[in-house]
């Protein structure tokens, strides 16, 4: 398991750079997530995993993906997020946070979602534990991600528009603390990933490192040891930290996070855009929605508009614990490009009878152009399930000339 | 601390207008700051633009919209505190990303350095609270320059004593809780705040949805050493930009506003200077 880090720290990275009307809130999160999630206090751990088991349908299996291993002469494991209620690990998160949030007495859940997972998420968790809840989604989001918008209203939610930048994830957070700050006394802000002022990163990790306490045990069970290589998507990171978090002293377990390269690592400076979501592989300290880490931004500090063909990635920043990770060498910042996510895509449904997020797929590409370098046993985390995707990869996929892909005319323009 | 800061809130209530730099060009911007010291400003808090601003509210992201699309930079933006003909102290708001990765060493000391060259008077940081400010703190100290920091209405006990151990020049009082925007009434939240920073010797400014000259004398009678408006007067910059108004039309409706908000700053001080002698 990771080290806590009580000052909020994990080297030089993480802190706590927010408005000052927001700190007190901060120090009382602070002071809850010591007791309730580090301490049990109240039983509250113990009600998490009632929960996640019973409302989640935890544990997912760790799978043995026997087409994958042959095509690869290695065996490959898939840990299977996508089976987790709402058909991805963020559940997990938004589960822990709400009843976070009801054990601290708060009345109202505010979220940001980027591709619409951990809207759905907090959604569902909010239904379930009777909490209202507002989504903030940027707009381009809202188009690219109808469906996520469609079930977080069935669930009783209200879902946001966020106008401002280039309606993304990193505009859909700025407008979600903004809602935090005006409404911080009766509020909590469910954050989706591993980022964000202290204690979000480590309390994201701690909720999310189910993934990788189950998959550690159900490997030992099914191999009788441990994993060569672990692989896991990262945006900003909170399905990685979740995979890894049971590995990291695991020395001899490799480590590998593999974001979005976008269409290229090149960078248009005078434009602001980095046409890619790298921040780990490429990115330059700075501080961004509260922490100090990695960021896609230009020699001045301004932030740039990353993108990606997975909306989930498709962040400037990262996670300051993967940040400290990678500068320690201990995880392995890795990328694979749009076409390659693609194609890992078609491949996975294809071969395995299993449909990835588009997100998820950056892992399965990075494990087809490096299979040779990853040892005998590979544990890949399938982070969640590509329904959402269908509509882009429909319109992505008409194209590109993708070997593995069925002909999708017939659905051309929509399903 | 700088003296500059100290002398603008020696001699009655101080009033401290925003603009952001470069809205909605550089040209225009020099105009509109310039107004504001004719309307009677005491200090102009100027703001060097960021992408990420979480703490503003719609009015003053679309000023640092715009003013980023009219090519506004750090070095832009010192070129521009050269450039202005004013007298007031200047002091710099923007966000610490920018002040971070300025210059060729990481951290906050090559921005200072360079702010003290061109004359500004300090900063507020509205994404940096005191926990994270220690090395902005000691650059400040050793180019003798002011670091402002805002209390919210949150903000109590030993948060606030700390707060007010780091804090130089002025401390921003936040009127009411969330982002900033001009609103139709005066916070109730305001008086609570004065009181709870009385005991402090350091100046008072209020700000967060301050308006009209009508909130500035409310305000200023409940025993504010100063008032801060940003949004009632970007609003100002907003319209003259959408309805095609000349520079000088627009730096004239500024000033205009300006001495409305300074009158009125004036008017909420007579009232309790009574007050003041009795003490």
């Known amino acids: 398991m990771t080290q806590q880090y009580a000052d909020g720290k994990f080297g030089k990275y993480g802190g706590q750079y927010v408005p000052e009307a927001l700190m007190p809130a901060i120090e009382e999160l602070t002071d809850a997530y010591e007791r309730y999630v580090l301490e049990n206090e109240d039983g509250f751990m113990d009600e998490f995993r009632a929960r996640l088991r019973d409302f989640g349908g935890r544990p997912t299996p760790t799978q043995h993906a026997e087409r994958l291993s042959e095509r690869y002469g290695r065996d490959v494991y898939l840990k299977r997020e996508d089976l987790l209620h709402g058909g991805a690990h963020k559940l997990n998160n938004a589960l822990g946070q709400v009843l976070l949030a009801k054990y601290m007495g708060k009345e109202r859940i505010v979220a940001e979602t980027g591709a619409g997972q951990h809207g759905t998420a907090t959604a569902m968790a909010a239904a379930h534990l009777d909490m209202p809840c507002e989504i903030y989604m940027g707009e381009r989001d809202i188009n690219r991600q109808r469906p996520n918008v469609f079930r977080m209203r069935l669930n009783g939610s209200e879902v946001n528009p966020v106008t401002t930048g280039r309606g993304t994830l990193k505009e859909a957070i700025s407008e979600t603390m903004r809602d935090w700050a005006t409404n911080v006394e009766d509020t909590h802000y469910v954050i989706g990933s591993v980022v964000g002022p202290h204690p979000f990163p480590a309390m994201v990790r701690d909720f999310q490192a189910v993934i990788s306490e189950e998959a550690r045990r159900q490997l030992r069970e099914q191999t009788g040891g441990l994993p060569d290589s672990v692989l896991a998507c990262a945006g900003g990171g909170s399905n990685t930290m979740g995979t890894f978090a049971h590995f990291v002293d695991d020395e001899d377990v490799g480590l590998y996070a593999v974001e979005a390269g976008g269409s290229t690592l090149e960078v248009d400076e005078e434009a602001g855009v980095a046409p890619n979501s790298a921040s780990l592989s490429t990115g330059e300290e700075g501080v961004l929605h509260g922490a100090r880490t990695k960021l896609l931004q230009d020699s001045d500090g301004q932030i740039m508009e990353s993108h990606s063909v997975s909306s989930g990635l498709d962040y400037a920043g990262v996670g300051p614990e993967l940040a400290q990770l990678v500068d320690e060498e201990r995880v392995n910042a890795v990328n694979v490009d749009d076409d390659c996510a693609l194609e890992a895509f078609h491949r996975l449904s294809q071969l395995e009878g299993v449909i990835p997020a588009l997100e998820t797929a950056h892992a399965f590409g990075y494990l087809e152009e490096n299979y040779e370098d990853l040892g005998e046993t590979v544990l890949v985390n399938v982070s969640g399930r590509g329904d959402k995707d269908l509509e882009t990869v429909i319109e992505e996929t008409e194209n590109r000339d993708i070997e593995a892909a069925p002909s999708l005319a017939e659905f051309s323009g929509g399903i | ?279």
Do not use: W
């Open chain 2, 1 to 279: 601390m700088a003296d500059d800061l100290d002398a603008a809130f020696a001699d009655g209530p101080a009033f401290v207008p925003y603009l952001a730099a470069g809205d909605p060009d550089y040209e225009s911007s020099l105009k509109y700051v310039e107004a504001l010291e004719r309307g009677g400003a005491d200090v102009i808090e100027l703001g060097l633009p960021f992408s990420e601003p979480v703490a503003e509210g719609s009015t003053i992201q679309n000023a640092v919209v715009r003013a980023l699309e009219g090519g506004m930079t750090p070095d832009r933006f010192f070129q521009f505190v050269d450039d202005l003909d004013v007298d007031v102290p200047l002091v710099c708001m923007t966000y610490y990303n920018l002040i971070f990765q300025y210059g060729d060493e990481p951290g906050p000391r090559p921005f200072v350095e360079r702010a003290a060259e061109l004359g500004l008077s300090g900063f507020v940081v509205p994404d940096l609270p005191a926990e994270e400010a220690d090395p902005l703190r000691d650059a400040c100290d050793e180019f003798g320059l002011d670091l402002v920091f805002i209390v919210a209405p949150t903000t109590r006990g030993e948060r606030l004593d700390r707060i007010m151990s780091q804090v130089s020049g002025y401390v921003y009082v936040q009127a009411r809780l969330g982002v900033t925007g001009a609103q139709d009434d005066v916070s109730g939240q305001t008086e609570e705040s004065l009181e709870r920073l009385a005991d402090y010797d350091v100046p008072k400014a209020v700000g967060f949805g301050i308006k009209t000259g009508d909130h500035a004398e409310r305000i200023v009678a409940a025993g504010a050493d100063g008032i801060i408006v940003g949004s009632a007067l970007v609003d100002i910059v907003a319209e003259g930009h959408e309805t095609g108004k000349s520079a000088d039309a627009v730096a004239a409706r500024l000033e205009e506003k300006a001495r409305e908000l300074k009158d009125g700053a004036l008017r909420g001080y007579e009232q309790r200077v009574p007050q003041a002698e009795g003490k």
